[in-house]
């Protein structure tokens, strides 16, 4: 019998997973931003010309807000999940999907709003699609291999990793404009 390694409850799942997706996916489209300003030409004069690094700086502000936001709702959220088994499969998809989009507005609103306020419904807007479609994903595959509500580190990582991995490959592809 394979000894099993530390469990993390649902509400520290949804910590780790909310963190990688307030990290990854917002890193992709600033990057796609970059890549297009970097093949505009940007780069033949000085890197503060333009506003390059303030811009650069501002990115990485909005990441970091992201990050940790993402990070807390994802824990709030999942505490207040519980055992995912004890709901019904609709009611917990609704659920998952209800979760999406309070991340969404809580973290691209706190991300964007560190560009002028006014960013705060940029962020949103781009939050949201990438939620709706992570969250329940996300939720469906940690049911499955949870139990009682707590899920083994060895099988939280992958998908803690792989989902807001798979939607930021699918926004830096470089063949959908």
Request: hydrophobic share 60%.
């Amino acid at each position: 019998m394979v000894p099993l390694g530390q469990t993390l409850t649902t509400g520290e799942a949804y910590a780790w997973f909310g963190t990688f997706l307030g990290l990854f996916p917002p890193f992709a489209i600033f990057a796609r931003i970059f890549g297009g300003a970097l093949a505009e030409g940007v780069t033949r004069r000085l890197p503060t010309a333009d506003g390059f690094l303030f811009w650069g700086l501002m990115f990485l502000a909005m990441n970091a807000v992201c990050c940790l936001v993402g990070r807390k709702m994802g824990a709030r959220l999942g505490h207040h999940f519980g055992d995912p088994r004890r709901w019904s499969w609709p009611v917990f998809v609704f659920s998952s999907l209800l979760m999406a989009v309070a991340w969404s507005v809580a973290t691209g609103a706190a991300g964007g709003a560190v560009a002028f306020i006014l960013g705060a419904f940029f962020g949103v807007a781009c939050a949201l699609p990438i939620a709706l479609v992570t969250f329940p994903v996300f939720a469906v595959l940690h049911r499955l291999l949870s139990h009682g509500g707590m899920i083994e580190e060895r099988r939280l990582w992958p998908l803690a990793f792989g989902v807001p991995l798979i939607i930021t490959a699918m926004i830096l592809n470089p063949w959908i404009k």
